[in-house]
Each structure stands twice: as structure tokens, then as C-alpha cells.
């Protein structure tokens, strides 16, 4: 079990464009299962290498109605749902803070596995909020952005209140 730091907001590699993984090794699976360890006891529902200052396109999501977590590697979304759905949402890299997000409410996404095997999956709902919210950040969306200014500067004000860094 290795648990990685996970960068806290506002740290500027959290804005950061992910490079797409090409190398489908055995580190990638070491960051797989340390990434799994670490939102474990973060604790959350997902992470991407991003939160841990990794600069590659890998999430790894674990939700309560799954039999295992999942790992996405280069996920891209390529439909969206017309509907939408809001839900609260907040992040590793800010602990104990969330506030209401809206998102299509399905998705369409294409990933590669471990092994580098591409993948296509629909989702819905949770687990549509959740992928997008990740593969946000793999784009150097911090989920902040997703929020009007007023709620984004009232949440970072409560955050640097608290002692955030």
C-alpha cells in the first residue's frame, strides 16, 4: 500500500493539461494501485494522477454500487446528454468542501485499460458526474471553474479561512 501527497488547491500543476500516457508498463499499474490506496484514504470516490503532481491522463474511480474500482486511461468523452443534473462536488485536493455543480446527466466516453486496450462506455448520472469531473481535471479544470464567480470566491474564501493551501 503506497499512499502518494496529494496536492492541495490552489497548486498550479491542479491547472494543468495532462499528456496523454503512452507507456502501458509496469509503472502504470503502480500508479493504478497507489492511486486507488491514496483516494481510499483520502478519503474519496476518484483521483486522477493529477492530484498526486502526475501529469498523465490516468483516473481511477470507485463507487459504492461497483464489484472494483476502475482505471481510465486517456479518457475522452465523446457525447453528452441535452439533460442535466446537479450534484454536490468537491475534491481530494480540497478536503471537506463541496458545492452544487450542474453536468449532462449521461455520457458517452471512449478510455484505454491497463493494457492499453480501448474501451467505450456509456454512463449515467453518479457515475457521468463523476468521469466528467475527472476527466476535467485532466483537462486543468479544477471543478471550481465550474462554479459561478460569487459561489467559486465565497467557497476559496471559506477554504483560506480554514488554513487552505
Known sequence: ?????????????LSAVCEPVEDFGAGLRQLAEDLLDTMRAAPGVG?????????QRVVVLELSDWQAPRTYVNPQILSSSAGTMRHAEGSVSMPGF????????????RYQDLAG????????????????????????IFWLK????????????????????
Open 1 to 13: 500500500m503506497t499512499l502518494r501527497p496529494i496536492l492541495r488547491y490552489p497548486d498550479p500543476m
Open 47 to 55: 483521483i486522477t494522477a493529477a492530484h498526486v503532481g502526475i501529469l
Open 98 to 109: 463541496v458545492e452544487e455543480v450542474e453536468r449532462p446527466w449521461s455520457i458517452s466516453c
Open 117 to 140: 486496450d480501448w474501451h467505450e462506455e456509456q454512463a449515467e448520472g453518479f457515475h457521468a458526474i463523476c468521469l466528467q469531473h475527472e476527466i476535467d481535471q485532466l483537462e486543468g
Open 146 to 165: 465550474r462554479l459561478s464567480r460569487l459561489k467559486r470566491e465565497r467557497l476559496i474564501r471559506r477554504w483560506q479561512k480554514q488554513g487552505g493551501r
